[in-house]
C-alpha cells in the first residue's frame, strides 16, 4: 500500500491507448490520429475537420465498445481477486463459481419473460440469479466439507461446477420454452460474450459498475490481504469478517451482473487477470487491485479487437478469445499449485 | 488487561465442545490450558480472543462485553496465532508480519515509520530479521511459526493467546519460542501438549470434555491423579537435582 500509488500515473497513458487501438482497428481501419481527432471534437469541443462515416464509427461504434470492454475487463478482474482473497482459493473466478451462469439465468429469464424491459431491470434480474448462484455453490461447498483451508481448495471448483451446469441449463430451459427461434438465435450469442450491440447508454451502466468495484476493492486493500491466513486469522487482525465477505461478495455479484447483462458471461477474466498481475506486482493488493483492474480493462480491449479481426467478416464471440487464453492459464494454475504444496 | 470467561459455552450441532467454562486471567499472568485432543482448548481460546461467540455466557476485555467492542479494537488488544494457519499466496516474511499492523491502520492512519519499527522489533524479538525477504513457501514450520509470532507481536497486543505454538517444532525451537513467550511484557494465554512446559506457567487450567476440571498453581493442578483421570496415564514426579524442578515422567497403561 505504501509503495503503490507512485505507479499511478501509469494507469491514463495506457488506458488511452488502448482506447485509440479499440477505436482504430477493425474491418474499416481508421488512423489513430482520426480518432484523437474525434475525441478532441467530443470531449473537448474542437472544430477539426473530420469524415463524418469515419466519425461515427469511431464515436458511436467503437469508443463506446472499447469503454464497456474496459469496465467489463476491470470490473470481471477484480471480482476474480476478491473471491480468490475471500474463499483462499486461486480457482476461484466469477465463471467458475457458476455466478456468471446464475446472473445469465437471470438475465435471460428477464429477457425472455419480459419482465419490466430496459436495461436496469436486465441487470437486477442477472443480480438476483447472480446472487442466487452464488448462495447455492457456497452452500454445496459447505455441506461437502469445503469451509476453508488449503486441501479444501478443490471443493468450492467442484459447487461451482454443478452450480454453473444446473444454471446453465435452466437457462436453456427457459429460452426453449419462452423464446422464438430468433430471439434464441440472439440470446445464445450473446451468452457466449459479445459486444456487437453496445452503445453511449451501456456505458452509462458499465462505467459507474466499474467504478464502484475499483472504489470498494481500494477501500478494503487491507481487508483484502487480512485474508492471507484464512478468515479467523482476518478476524483476529480486527477485520469485521461477516460484514466485509457480504459488502466484497456482494458487489461482486453485482458487477459480474452488471458486466454479464451487458455483454454477456465472459470467461476466465476473473482468473487470468489476477494470476498474471501477481506475478509482475506481487500478491499484495495495494498494488495488485489498481494493476487488475487496468490489466483486465487492457485484456477486453484486446479480446474485442481481435474477435473482429480474427476472422475477416465475422465477429467472434469476445467469450471465445477469453477462453482460449484462459483455458491454458487454467490447467497452468492447477499444473503449478500443484508443485507449490 | 483482564480477561474472563463468565460461564461460557460453544456448541456445534448437537454436540457441546465448550460447556459452561468460567475463568479470569489477570494482568502479566502466562496461563497454561492442558487438555487432551479434543477437549475444546482451541474453541475457548478463539472465544477468549473475541473471534468466535460463544453459544452462552459473555467474554469480558476488562469491564467491558467483548462483543460490544469493535473488532479492530479487540485486535488492538489481543493478538491469537493459531495453529498451522498457512497460506496459497506466495508472501515473503515481511508481508507476513506486516500484517500485524492490520488493526493501526487506516486511511486516516496510512503505514508510517512507527509501524516499520513494529515491524522490526517484531522480526528481532522472533530472530528472523536476517530472513525478511524470504518466501513464506520456503520456511520450516519452526519458522512459519515464529513468522505468525512476529505477525501477533507487531499487533502490539496486550494479550497473546496462542494455540499449541511448539508443535512440529524440535525441541530447541520450542524452548526459544516458549523463552520468547515468557519473556515477553503481556498477558499471555497458551493452549500446551507438553505438560512439563505448562509447569513453567503462573497457572494451569485442565479442560477435558469440554470442561475446565482444574485451574491453579502448575505444581497443584497437575498431580498425578487428575493426569490419570484427565490424560489416562500414570504419571509420577521427579525432581530435577539441577534447581530442584518438578518433572513429570509418564506411563503408558497396558
Given amino acids: 500500500m505504501r509503495r503503490g500509488w507512485r505507479w499511478g500515473w501509469i494507469a491514463p497513458p495506457v488506458l488511452l491507448i488502448a482506447f485509440v487501438a479499440g477505436a482504430s482497428i477493425g474491418e474499416t481501419p481508421i488512423p489513430a490520429h482520426t480518432v484523437l481527432t474525434v475525441l478532441a471534437n467530443k470531449l473537448f469541443g474542437a472544430a477539426f475537420a473530420v469524415d463524418r462515416i469515419d466519425a461515427g464509427i469511431v464515436w458511436n461504434y467503437r469508443l463506446s465498445r472499447a469503454v464497456v470492454a474496459a469496465c467489463c475487463g476491470a470490473g470481471l478482474a477484480l471480482a476474480g481477486v476478491v473471491l480468490q482473497a475471500l474463499l483462499r482459493n486461486a480457482l476461484a473466478d466469477p465463471y467458475l463459481l457458476g455466478i456468471s451462469a446464475g446472473a445469465s439465468t437471470g438475465a435471460v429469464a428477464v429477457a425472455v419473460a419480459g419482465v419490466g424491459g430496459g436495461m436496469v431491470s436486465l441487470s437486477a434480474g442477472a443480480f438476483i440469479g447472480a446472487a442466487a448462484a452464488f448462495v447455492l455453490v457456497a452452500a454445496l461447498a459447505r455441506a461437502a466439507g469445503g469451509g476453508a483451508g488449503v486441501q479444501a481448495a478443490g471443493v468450492i471448483v467442484l459447487a461451482g461446477i454443478a452450480g454453473s451446469q444446473l444454471f446453465n441449463a435452466l437457462t436453456t430451459f427457459v429460452i426453449a420454452k419462452s423464446a422464438n427461434a430468433e430471439q434464441a438465435r440472439g440470446i445464445m450469442f450473446w451468452l457466449l460474450g459479445n459486444l456487437s450491440g453496445v452503445r453511449w447508454p451501456d456505458a452509462w451502466l458499465a462505467v459507474p459498475a466499474a467504478l464502484l468495484a475499483v472504489a470498494v476493492c481500494i477501500y478494503h486493500i487491507r481487508t483484502l490481504d487480512a485474508f492471507t491466513f484464512g478468515a479467523d486469522s482476518a478476524a483476529s487482525l480486527g477485520i469485521a469478517v461477516r460484514r466485509c465477505q457480504a459488502l466484497l461478495i456482494g458487489v461482486t455479484a453485482l458487477v459480474t451482473a452488471i458486466m454479464v447483462s451487458l455483454v454477456g458471461s465472459i470467461g476466465f477474466v476473473g482468473l487470468v487477470i489476477p494470476h498474471a498481475m501477481r506475478f509482475v506486482v506481487g500478491v499484495r493488493h495495494g498494488l495488485l487491485v489498481p494493476a487488475s483492474a487496468l490489466a483486465g480493462a487492457v485484456f477486453l480491449i484486446a479480446s474485442d479487437i481481435i474477435s473482429r479481426i480474427v476472422i475477416p467478416g465475422q465477429v467472434l464471440p469476445i467469450g471465445v478469445i477469453t477462453a482460449l487464453v484462459g483455458a491454458p492459464v487454467f490447467a497452468l494454475i492447477l499444473v503449478r499449485g500443484r508443485a507449490g504444496r | ?254
Avoid at chain 2, 491469537?80 to 500484517?99: C, G, K, S, Y
Avoid at chain 2, 509470532?149 to 499487533?155: C, E, F, N, T
Avoid at chain 2, 511448539?166 to 515477553?184: G, P, W
Fill in chain 2, 1 to 254: 488487561m483482564k480477561l474472563t470467561a463468565d460461564g461460557v459455552s460453544w456448541q456445534a450441532g448437537a454436540t457441546l465442545i465448550v460447556q459452561s467454562v468460567s475463568l479470569a486471567v489477570g494482568a502479566g499472568e502466562t496461563f497454561g490450558l492442558v487438555g487432551p485432543n479434543g477437549s475444546g482448548k482451541s474453541t475457548l481460546l478463539k472465544m477468549l480472543a473475541g473471534i468466535r461467540a460463544p453459544s452462552s455466557g459473555r467474554i469480558l476485555l476488562g469491564d467491558e462485553p467483548i462483543g460490544a467492542i469493535s473488532r479492530r479494537r479487540v485486535a488492538q488488544t489481543i493478538a491469537l496465532v493459531e495453529q498451522l494457519a498457512d497460506t496459497i499466496d506466495r508472501i515473503t516474511v515481511r508481508d507476513a508480519v506486516e500484517l500485524g499492523r492490520t488493526p493501526w491502520l487506516s486511511a486516516l492512519s496510512p503505514w508510517s515509520v512507527r509501524d516499520e519499527e513494529a515491524v522490526a522489533d517484531a522480526l528481532r524479538a522472533v530472530g528472523m530479521e536476517r530472513l525478511a525477504t524470504r518466501s513464506w513457501h520456503t520456511l520450516s514450520g519452526g519458522e512459519r511459526q515464529r513468522v505468525h509470532i512476529a505477525r501477533a507481536l507487531a499487533q502490539e497486543p496486550s494479550i497473546l493467546i496462542l494455540d499449541e505454538p511448539t508443535n512440529h517444532l524440535d525441541i530447541h525451537h520450542q524452548l526459544s519460542i516458549l523463552a520468547l513467550i515468557a519473556r515477553l511484557p503481556v498477558t499471555t494465554i497458551v493452549a500446551l501438549h507438553d505438560l512439563n512446559q505448562a509447569m513453567a506457567c503462573d497457572r494451569v487450567g485442565i479442560m477435558d470434555g469440554g470442561r475446565l476440571v482444574a485451574v491453579g498453581p502448575p505444581r497443584e493442578v497437575l498431580s498425578t491423579e487428575r493426569i490419570e483421570t484427565t490424560f489416562a496415564v500414570r504419571a509420577t514426579i521427579c525432581v530435577d537435582p539441577s534447581d530442584g524442578a518438578h518433572l513429570l515422567r509418564f506411563h503408558g497403561t497396558p
